[in-house]
Structures are given as structure tokens and as C-alpha cells.
């Protein structure tokens, strides 16, 4: 995954994703729509109680998406991504139900 710029987005409408943030612009009060190229849907995770824990030391499992493109709407937070939260949700193979 690249590495340049990555988040951890919750949005209200679609829950928590990370990927490599490629734009952002408003999209109501308090909330932002996102851009992002790679992004994978956390569905859940173990390891962190909170988005700022996942985005700051990642999740010990979980099940997680595949990448795709996304356009997310309705973020209420955009975290950077630490390099060891960026490594643990690596080494997560991506979830298929």
C-alpha cells in the first residue's frame, strides 16, 4: 500500500476506511467528502478502541476490505496514519465473506 498521505477516515454514511488521501472538500456542516485511491473498509477490528487508536497504532485483526477507488461522504474525522498502524493493517489479509 503507499505509504504517501494515508488516513483513516469515519464517515457517518459508510463507517471507517483507510487509503491514500487524494482530495477533500466540504459536504455540510462539520463533515467533509474524501477521495481516496487504495482505500479498504475496516468492517471491524481488535486492538484499538477508537478510530485515533486504529489510525494511530493500527488493529491486531479485523476484517478489512479489499482496496478500491472511493469517493466517501459525510467524514466527521480524516486521521493521519501512522507508519506502524499502516503496517498492521497489512499485514490483515483483505476479508471476503
Known amino acids: 500500500m503507499n505509504r504517501a498521505k494515508q488516513v483513516v477516515v469515519r464517515s457517518s454514511q459508510s463507517g471507517v476506511w483507510i487509503g491514500v488521501l487524494a482530495s477533500s472538500e466540504p ?3 462539520g463533515t467533509v467528502r474524501v477521495a481516496l485511491t487504495g482505500a479498504r473498509r475496516i ?3 481488535q486492538g484499538a478502541g ?3 487508536g486504529l489510525a494511530a497504532y493500527g488493529p491486531r485483526s ?4 479489499p482496496p478500491i477507488e ?3 461522504g459525510g467524514c466527521c474525522e480524516v486521521l493521519t496514519a501512522t507508519s506502524e498502524a499502516i ?4 499485514q490483515i489479509a ?3 465473506p
Do not use: L, N
Request: net charge negative.
Open 62 to 65: 479485523g476484517r478489512i476490505a
Open 27 to 29: 459536504d455540510g456542516p
Open 43 to 45: 468492517w471491524s477490528w
Open 87 to 90: 503496517a498492521a493493517i497489512e
Open 70 to 72: 472511493a469517493v466517501i
Open 94 to 96: 483483505e476479508w471476503r
Open 50 to 52: 477508537s478510530c485515533s
